[in-house]
Nanobody
Framework: VQLQASGGGLVQPGASLRLSCAASGRSLSTYGVAWFRQAPGKEREFVAAVRRSGGHTYYADSVKGRFTISRDNAENAVYLQMNNLKPEDTAVYSC????????????????????WGQGTLVTVSS
């Protein structure tokens, strides 16, 4: 499966953005999908994930209550709705897919995901 992330941009604090992860080649419904982000000079960090089976979702504590990950199987895409954005959300956001779930204990581990899209830059600044 090939992944294409889009939707980033420059917004002010408190604004909203919706990132899209569009898939081609195979149905994304058969994959667990996650969003990760990497800020300048920092390690890549987990943001949110939706598992392959059951559609259970998981979030980093820093985004819980503000971000929502969702699937649209008809569009073969996964979205990340980001509300009440903060300057510390500034990063390059990438989506990734796993054909194996992944298992609960590995949802937040980037090594669980073998397919990666290019990143989309989100800048939150006044």
């Amino acid at each position: 499966v090939q992944l294409q992330a889009s939707g980033g941009g420059l917004v002010q604090p408190g604004a909203s953005l919706r990132l899209s992860c569009a898939a081609s080649g195979r149905s994304l419904s058969t994959y667990g999908v996650a969003w990760f982000r990497q800020a300048p000079g920092k390690e890549r960090e987990f943001v949110a994930a939706v598992r392959r089976s059951g559609g259970h979702t998981y979030y980093a504590d820093s985004v819980k209550g503000r971000f929502t990950i969702s699937r649209d199987n008809a569009e073969n895409a996964v979205y990340l709705q980001m509300n009440n954005l903060k300057p510390e959300d500034t990063a390059v956001y990438s989506c990734a897919a796993s054909p194996t779930g992944p298992i609960l204990s590995a949802v937040r581990d980037p090594q669980s995901y073998i397919h990666w899209g290019q990143g989309t830059l989100v800048t939150v600044s006044s």
